[in-house]
């Protein structure tokens, strides 16, 4: 497959498979409100769909909706002093009603309706007259923020059409790879990063998808390079977006990833390389499927974005403690930044090192043998399976090669953290 071929069915993947049932929570959402506020049963009048899917910079799998409902001068002087947190009570009971065996709370600023697979979060608010929102918070009492989602959108929109609709596909991309490697950025976060980057160049204005690789790798590099900060200013609306975790570490990597397969040049390892760095949207290659025909082992590995969405949206870490009779020797991350080799024989306990998922949600792992001994054992393994509730995973190291193990943090029906670690198994 050429370049241009590659990105252009990875973009493909990419596209939201589930747009009519988004559309119709949308629809049926502000029907509801609409009904009661307005008496009115219009299922688009007084709302606005914003974040990234209102951006239109959202992928496959999101999980997380966002919509603006408007409410009248009327409901303005009830609710204006002081009383945010019966609005939130208020608009709660009335979607309530509609869906009375969903899961439906008052989250600080919000309403939040928890379907199987996505949150519809529904901010009530106030349009003003230069087409920003107030909205209540709870968190401050008596406080009512400033939201102007409408310019962010239109800036979104304006810097994709100059920069040859570049813009949304970057911003998607940057999802997948976020997703991939469980890295906690935002959606607006990625969407001000990448509107800065193409911002400060010229270089991609009249790029196609045969030079998405390089516009990746470059972009890559400007994520490794940012300082850190505690946050960005929103296009448009000139409003903080705040980081939450760091993202360098995994932007630095992805680079060199990048670099690597642009340097081998359309080689058969192209497609495999370039889903390390993207995870299963990316387009397999041709011979590779003709290849599977002759394996000689099966090939047993799952993928976690065959069974659930995947929308990172919190941190999950894991290490690995390495045991020789009993007794701990290291931690395997420290043992791979000194470059100490891990042998055969050993116990390896895994365990959840840091989760920040509220709860409820569950654990799922992954365990993958690589190389050819794995390949002439039959054991590549790679089922998922569920944790058995104390976030640990024991494993031994039988035979040397490149496994992989990985962690995932199910809430909701939606994979919302995910990490991962390389196991490198040698023999002396």
């Known amino acids: 497959m050429t370049t241009s071929e ?13 747009e009519e049932q988004i559309s119709g929570r949308y629809a049926e959402i502000t029907r509801v409100l609409n009904k009661h506020y307005r008496d009115s049963e219009s299922k688009t009048a007084n709302s606005l769909q914003v974040g990234s899917y209102g951006r239109h910079t959202a992928i496959r799998g999101i999980s997380d ?41 008052g989250d600080g600023q919000v309403v939040v309706v928890s379907f199987d697979n996505q949150d519809v979060e529904v901010v ?20 009512w923020p400033i939201t102007r989602p409408r310019e962010e959108i239109q800036a979104i929109s304006k810097m994709n059409g100059d920069k040859n609709n570049n813009l949304r596909p970057l911003c998607r991309m940057i999802r997948a790879w976020k997703n991939k490697h469980g890295v906690v950025m935002g959606g607006l976060l990625i969407d001000t990063i990448a509107y800065n980057f193409l911002d400060d160049t010229d270089e991609y204005d009249d790029c196609s998808f045969g030079d998405y ?13 940012q300082k850190k900060q505690e946050y960005y200013y929103a296009p448009g609306s000139n409003q903080k977006v705040y980081v939450i975790k760091a993202f360098q570490g995994k932007a630095k990597k992805a680079y060199k990833l990048c670099c690597e397969v642009i340097e081998a040049g359309q080689t058969a390892s192209a497609n495999a390389k370039w889903k390390k760095v993207f995870g299963r949207p990316f387009p397999a290659s041709s011979r590779k499927l003709v290849n599977a025909s002759a394996r000689t082992w099966r090939d047993t590995e799952e993928f976690i974005e065959d069974k659930y969405p995947v929308d990172v949206r919190y941190a999950l870490e894991i ?30 306990m895994f365990k959840v090192t840091e989760c920040t998922v509220p709860e409820p949600y569950h654990l799922e792992w992954k365990v993958v043998n690589r190389g050819d001994e794995a390949e002439r ?8 399976v569920r944790d058995s509730g104390w976030g640990e995973k024991k494993e031994t190291t039988n035979f040397r090669g490149e496994h992989e193990v ?22 002396r």
């Not at 009248?72 to 009830?78: H, I, L, T």
């Not at 009530?124 to 406080?143: I, L, M, N, R, V």
Request: charge should be negative.
């Open 6 to 18: 590659m990105f252009t069915e990875f973009i493909d993947n990419l596209k939201i498979d589930n």
């Open 65 to 105: 909706l966002d919509m603006i409902y408007m409410l009248s001068d009327d409901e303005w002087a009830r609710f204006k002093d002081g009383r945010q947190s019966a609005l939130l009570q208020e608009v709660k009971g009335v979607i309530k009603e509609r869906y009375p065996r969903t899961d439906i709370r």
């Open 124 to 143: 009530p608010a106030f349009e003003q007259t230069d087409e920003s929102f107030k909205y209540p918070d709870t968190h401050d009492e008596g406080s």
């Open 213 to 225: 690789d390089v516009m990746i790798r470059d972009f890559l590099e400007y994520l490794a390079e």
């Open 319 to 348: 290490d690995c403690e390495v045991k020789q009779a009993g007794f701990l020797e290291h931690m395997l991350r420290e043992m791979l930044a000194k470059h100490l080799p891990l042998l055969a024989d050993k116990t390896l």
């Open 377 to 384: 054992l039959n054991k590549i393994r790679g089922e998922i």
């Open 406 to 427: 990985e962690c995932y943090a199910v809430k909701n029906g939606v994979v919302v953290a995910r990490a991962h670690i390389d196991v490198p198994i040698i023999t």
